[in-house]
């Protein structure tokens, strides 16, 4: 969750995650930093620096002017008269962030440092409207979009989603953070209305709840998640890394449009807030398409081809083969279905025969999948059936269709019994006994 120590861990970034109006966690958790040794130097959006000292006991104190400058980090002068009063008090400045100021001391019993609830309340809610609300804002519209977009995929191709794991967990990955920015920017819309009914009379802004802390580090989860997807497994393993062209296309791309916004943000706390939360879109999107257009090119990316020891069917059962031959493998599963996918091939590497189990979870799932193999659809919804779709009876199937476009050399059937539908291609000449007895065998124990 945290960052790395920089160089010789004189000095070190960390990734915090606690909220800007959640003083009180704020000054707690610096003190804990300076016991173990490590004080704060500045602050970001989410990259703080600390610089290695001496571990020793420090209180933190944080003020706030509504009118400090939202892009330079050094105090105005009326900040500077105040930072002089609060030295003679025993606090030292230490650094801001936009309108919050941070001190700290060393005394046992340091005298209170002055805060007015009033000026408190209209910083939190002047800055938190550029580096909270405007970025989470827009992480929430650029992950419901991808949601949207992602949910629209699915129903105009459940055959190709219905088995990708990938897919789902980005699905899931997506939904999660819009829901985060969601809930985020509501907790903090509470927390200000009955901050500011306490201070209207006279009293101070509410703490923050534990709750609230613990959902703000809800979000690296996730983003945890993809790291270790995309660079500690295996590489047969990163299914979503796809091809490394693709990938250094799309992370150039990525990388022009944050330029160009730096160009035209200008280098102020919004520009560097907006900027972040189009990073981490930009860069689940990126990981995301590059991931589809990897399979889109071939398939055979999405899962490594294996040989098959015992495949459930081959046209040495059926048929005489003059050639030697042998038969790849690949399978892709989900809680909705389970995809076995085999190819037979000659001496030549010409295919022979090539067939899909799919073992759907639940009997809702038929139809549209059956309907989805025999209407494909486009990204537009148009419906693409094949120009010819003719109806057979095989004894071991419940529904079972030969499928023909035209132009086609090879024998194409859709099979149907209970919640398993088998894909079935023949590149060779098959009588209608061995495609029952192909039936069979495939529909076996379904």
Known sequence: MYGKGGFYMKTKYR???????????????LGEMAALGWDLESVGLLLWKYRKIQREKRTYGITFFPDASEVKDSPTQVQSDFIEEQAEKGWQYVTQWNQMQFFQTTAEHPAPLFVNENQRLDAIKKSMAITFLLPHILLLFGFLLQVAYNAKQIYLHPLHYITDSVAWWFLLIQTLTAAYALVSCLAYFRWYKKSLAAVKTGGNCLPVKKGQRIFAKIPYLPLGFLFLWCFLLPPNLRTLVGNASSGIVLTMAVLGILLLGKTLLGNGKAASAVLSCMA?????????????????????????????????????????????????????STIFAAAQSYTQWDGAKNPIMGYTILDLSCEALVDTCVDASLHRRDDWGTSHPYDSQKSLTLDSA?????????????????????????????????????????ASVLLAES
């Not at 919640?419 to 029952?436: G, Q």
């Open 15 to 29: 990734l915090e995650s606690i909220a800007f109006y959640d003083t009180e966690a704020l000054s707690a958790h």
């Open 280 to 332: 981490v879109v930009l860069a689940v999107s990126v990981v995301f398409i590059n991931h589809h257009l990897t399979i889109a090119r071939d398939p055979i990316l999405a899962k490594p081809l294996v040989l098959a020891e015992n495949p459930p069917l081959t046209m040495e059962q059926l048929k005489e083969v003059e050639t030697d031959t042998y038969v790849t493998f690949t399978e892709n």
């Open 398 to 438: 419940d529904a079972a269709w030969q499928l023909y476009e035209d132009g086609q050399t090879w024998q194409t059937y859709l099979l149907q019994k209970d919640n398993r539908l088998v894909s079935l291609s023949f590149f060779e000449h098959v009588t209608p006994e061995e495609l029952e007895e192909a």
